[in-house]
């Protein structure tokens, strides 16, 4: 063995050359080694993360109350303005928890909210810390219950701080007396108006998630969120636009590196506090939506409830609101909002659409199987729609993209029921249930389609293709309606044809009730004949957009104001294949695929420019016409305003085709025409003489 040692390694400073290499490098240029990969990138510490690189000097030696107890921190002999302050801040450290930061980075950021029994100083403000932690129990619950947040919506992890799980919310609540009391005769009976206003709030909060979730008790809740609604315009003259208490030093609660060991190693969340005003006028807004939104509960049908969940996903609710409807869809054993028993609402729904001979007949033991397991799945196609109704705006497109499949299957099931029950002729006919399952498909393909435009995710280049694949769906749906009609008109045809019912009850002998009996059923035996129904209406308004809006744009590609997608880094074929690639978990209505789509283009672009416009104006007029029926109607399918604002939007279209046609805009020609949605999130005002 060599008796030499082995040789020590020498280090050297190569920072600077490092600095000068890094000189010569292009922005996105990388210098690694071969055997570099991705697999050690991701094991790799992450440097200046005090939870994961244990060289690093946080400087953070408070972790703790009893550190901030030993640092001097103040603790007592608040002012009754200081009391407001905290209030307000930790108020707008709850509504930043309800928009997803985790608690131990809002409101467990409060000394305070880790130890009340640091408060016992301050009865008033001890009260209210305690009735916010017990807020958050309660909310977290609701939330979980509810089940309609991901992880990157809410953090529901507590990190196992209390939740002043000690005490109930009627126990908090009437301790608000006397922790007034306390307040007045420290502060006089002015200064301490704002702090009991402040403990009131809490008060009506936790009575109002307390009553939303006990059996018939929406209405005391609706009253306590009308009592917080008061309390919060009370509260607003004396909340102060002061910045935020964070990290202030000893005379602030609020220390935001507090809890950093508690944290799970990885990036942290960027931080937005915000401002107080802004958390109020939150609160304000979602207890305005909880308010409005309790006509869930007056829903008789399906149809009432898919209108209500359609209108209800646009709000922009938050997390609290959007878990109380869900949680007051589903809170009742197998029936819907309590009342509404999903079997019957999704025959009666049928019914009402197409009048199905299926529904009434008795079945055989096969048919009957085939007919349950139809309703089965067609119970939980609608119960995951409302569930995605409810998430945020982001997720139900997501979610909607891949729900597909579940509608395609429904209408393989109302196929097999179809086929057992009437055979395989004359399926336009007979094949009813199926009918009502594409309608359906057509129906959330439209609402999935339509929510690009309601969330913006376009470019102007692209509408074309929205609108042509929005007329493309909408095609098929006023197909369904038509046979539907169809089969609603032999229905009322039958029964007018039908003899009276009476003549049973009421034979040759029959007296006086004979009689009477006879020309109750004869009364009974007439039928209304059908109309189309609004559904039909709202899809001709749609329709007669879209139409609208494709004859128009392909008129202005031919003079060059308007060019179809194009990119140098992607084509037009693979922007179209990502937005409508859900589709293809369809049989019906058929997937409009590219092909179709650059073939009905070129079919356009060999039109004249005048005719095209011509054809443009009359969807537009169909469109605006549609939509006054709606009105005359009363539909509560649309809201009034929109109804208005859709016709102001067609006839303007309509006279900028008509002006176009006869050649008012040549000084314009060299400008690209606008499409402006300024009125309306589904259909853009055409401006060919843009400013």
């Known amino acids: 063995m060599s008796s030499q040692a082995a040789p020590q390694p020498t280090w050297e400073d190569c920072l600077e050359t490092l600095r000068n290499g890094s000189q010569d490098l292009a922005e996105g240029e990388l210098v690694i080694h071969p055997t570099y990969s991705l697999y050690q990138g991701i094991n790799a510490i992450e440097l200046f993360d ?39 801040q930790l108020l707008a450290l709850f509504i930043m928890w309800e928009q997803g930061t985790p608690l131990a980075q809002s409101i467990f950021t409060c000394v305070f909210a880790q130890d009340t029994n640091l408060l016992s100083d301050s009865p008033a403000l001890q009260l209210f810390v305690k009735q916010l932690l017990k807020l958050v129990a309660m909310t977290r619950n609701v939330v979980v219950e509810g089940n309609v947040v991901e992880e990157e919506d809410f953090v529901k992890d507590t990190h196992n701080f209390d939740l002043c799980t000690q005490e109930t919310p009627a126990q908090l609540n009437e301790a608000v007396s006397a922790a007034i009391a306390t307040a007045t005769t420290e502060f006089g009976e002015g200064a301490a108006a704002p702090i009991a206003s402040r403990l009131r709030l809490l008060s009506h909060l936790l009575s109002m998630l307390a009553n939303f979730t006990k059996p018939n008790g929406v209405s005391k809740a609706l009253h306590q969120a009308a009592q917080a609604r008061k309390m919060l315009q009370t509260i607003a003259p004396s909340v102060t636009a002061a910045p935020p208490l964070m990290d202030a030093g000893p005379s602030s609660p609020f220390i935001s590196y507090i809890n950093t060991h508690v944290l799970t190693p990885g990036p942290l969340r960027d931080l937005t506090f915000p401002t107080r005003q802004e958390a109020q006028q939150y609160l304000d807004n ?17 149809s009432d409830l898919v209108c209500f969940f359609e209108d209800f996903a646009k709000q922009g609710a938050g997390i609290l609101t959007r878990s109380i409807v869900h949680l007051l869809l589903t809170n009742t054993d197998g029936l819907w909002v309590g009342k509404v028993d999903p079997y019957t609402a999704i025959k009666d729904d049928i019914d009402s659409f197409c009048k199905a001979p299926v529904l009434k007949a008795s079945l055989p033991p096969d048919v009957n199987a085939k007919m349950m397991e139809f309703l089965n799945h067609g119970v939980a196609v609608f119960s995951d729609y409302f569930r995605f109704m409810c998430t945020n705006s982001g997720r ?3 979610y909607l993209a891949k729900y597909f499949y579940k509608l395609n299957h429904l209408e393989v099931l109302a196929k097999e029921v179809d086929v057992a029950f009437a055979g395989q002729d004359k399926p336009k006919e007979n094949h009813l249930l199926s009918i009502w399952s594409v309608k359906l498909a057509c129906r959330v393909s439209v609402v999935y389609v339509l929510q690009f435009l309601d969330l913006e995710l ?6 074309l293709m929205y609108f042509w694949y929005l007329q493309h769906l909408l095609r098929w749906q006023s197909s369904m309606f038509s046979n ?3 089969a609603l008109k032999r229905d009322h045809d039958a029964i007018s044809a039908a003899p009276p019912m009476a003549a049973a009850t009421g034979g040759k002998g029959a007296g ?38 494709v004859k128009f744009l392909a008129a202005q590609i031919a003079c060059g104001r308007y060019s179809r997608y194009s990119s140098e880094l992607t084509t037009e074929e693979i922007v179209f294949s990502h937005r409508f690639g859900a589709f293809a978990h369809l049989n019906t209505p058929q997937p409009g695929y590219y092909r179709l789509f650059t073939e009905a283009m070129d079919a356009l672009g060999q ?16 469109a605006v016409n549609s939509a006054t029926t709606l009105r005359a109607n009363d539909t509560t399918l649309v809201t009034p305003e929109r109804l208005d604002a859709w016709i102001k939007i067609g006839k303007s279209n309509l006279l900028t085709c008509t002006l176009d046609g006869r050649g008012a805009f040549g000084a314009f020609q060299d400008k690209p025409i606008k499409l402006d949605f300024s009125a309306d999130s589904w259909f853009p005002k055409l401006i060919a003489n843009p400013k």
């Open 512 to 549: 006086k009730k004979g009689k009477k009996s006879k020309a109750k059923s004869k009364s009974k035996a007439k039928s209304v004949p059908p109309s189309p129904s609004d559904d039909w209406h709202l899809s001709d308004v749609i329709n007669g957009f879209s139409q609208g809006c």
């Open 50 to 88: 005090p939870r994961m690189d244990a060289g690093m000097t946080t400087g953070t030696p408070i972790k703790s109350p009893k550190d901030a107890l030993e640092h001097g921190y103040k603790m007592s002999g608040f002012s009754a303005t200081e009391h407001q302050d905290i209030m307000d």
């Open 607 to 622: 039109s004249d420019k005048g005719q095209l416009l011509q054809e443009a104006a009359k969807w537009f007029e169909l």
């Open 484 to 486: 539907a009609f169809d």
């Open 396 to 398: 139900q497109h997501r």
């Open 458 to 463: 376009y470019s102007s280049s692209e509408l």
């Open 286 to 302: 979602e207890l305005q939506l909880l308010q409005a939104n309790m006509k869930l509960c007056s829903c008789k049908s399906l």
